[in-house]
């Protein structure tokens, strides 16, 4: 059955007539429009992916840019607080080699809108030179293999960091070992690498879990310290490669002091010289 809109007003009607003076005034919608270039040569760019939000009212919606880097969007409502961001996964169109760091307007790093500045826009109007310059991204690559015999590892997840210790991105290996993971701003970055699931070597039971350069680290965890940072600038390749040792082991047994029963449900946990959790919880049996 017909439901009623939020905010509207309800309409009587009678059989056989016509219930009239139902009007309404419509307000003039707006637009934005604007230019996404390159920022070393002012090439224009393709395929970027621009998204217009409204916090306060939820509004979201995207379109693509075309051959001239050019955009448009219509039929906005009026408002004052509309965040415009840009998505340069495919910017360039699919063929292309180069790949370049995504940011909101107005040149507010990565893509998060709560940073974007704020663009207005007025009925009737569009609201243009809404452009973005988006810088050529860096990459991080490398390969992982299992340092007992130097066999490429495959399936170990690599994360990266930023300077602030956030997680970013990450990616698999894959089965030669190798890995790639671009679209990174120039910057400082720790990369951790997950062996529990990971294939191909001499281990059947994964590898312990790495920081770059050879720290334990827990998967899930923050980057512990002592881990080494690694630079990327723009435009270019950082080279990490890591060699994941074979895992090793400790076991015993947990009893009573007073008649040497074997305790069951024990939790034991195991930390590093430098007092960083290597395995957090594991359970003693019987």
Request: aromatic share 6%.
């Amino acid at each position: 059955s017909p439901s009623t809109p939020p905010d509207g007003t309800l309409v009587s009607v009678t059989s056989g007539q016509a219930t009239s003076g139902i009007d309404v005034v419509l307000a003039s919608a707006g637009g934005i429009a604007g230019t996404v270039t390159a920022a070393s040569g002012g090439t224009a760019l393709s395929d970027v992916v621009v998204t217009v939000t409204d916090p306060n009212t939820g509004y979201d919606t995207e379109t693509t840019t075309d051959a001239q880097g050019q955009y448009t969007f219509t039929g906005l409502p009026a408002a004052s607080d509309y965040k415009v961001c840009f998505s340069a996964a495919d910017a360039g169109g699919t063929s292309s080699t180069v790949s370049y760091v995504d940011q909101c307007y107005q040149d507010a790093p990565g893509n998060d809108s709560a940073d974007a500045t704020d663009v207005v826009v007025t009925g009737g109007a569009v609201t243009t030179g809404i452009d973005a310059s988006l810088a050529q991204a860096g990459a991080i690559s490398g390969k992982v293999t299992a340092a007992d015999g130097g066999a490429p590892l495959d399936q170990v997840d690599v994360v990266i960091f930023d300077s602030s210790g956030n997680s970013l991105t990450d990616s698999e290996t894959a089965a030669d070992g190798s890995y790639s993971i671009g679209g990174l701003a120039p910057g400082t970055y720790n990369v951790c690498f997950d062996g529990s699931s990971a294939t191909g070597g001499p281990s059947t039971v994964g590898y312990p879990s790495q920081c770059y350069q050879g720290v334990a680290w827990d998967e899930g965890q923050d980057v512990p310290s002592g881990a080494t940072a690694v630079s990327v600038t723009s435009g270019t390749q950082t080279t990490v490669n890591m060699a994941l040792a074979s895992p090793t082991g400790i076991a015993g047994t947990v009893t009573a002091t007073n008649g040497g029963i074997g305790l069951e449900g024990v939790e034991v946990e195991v930390y590093d010289t430098s007092g960083n959790a290597v395995q957090e919880i594991g359970r003693a049996h019987v």
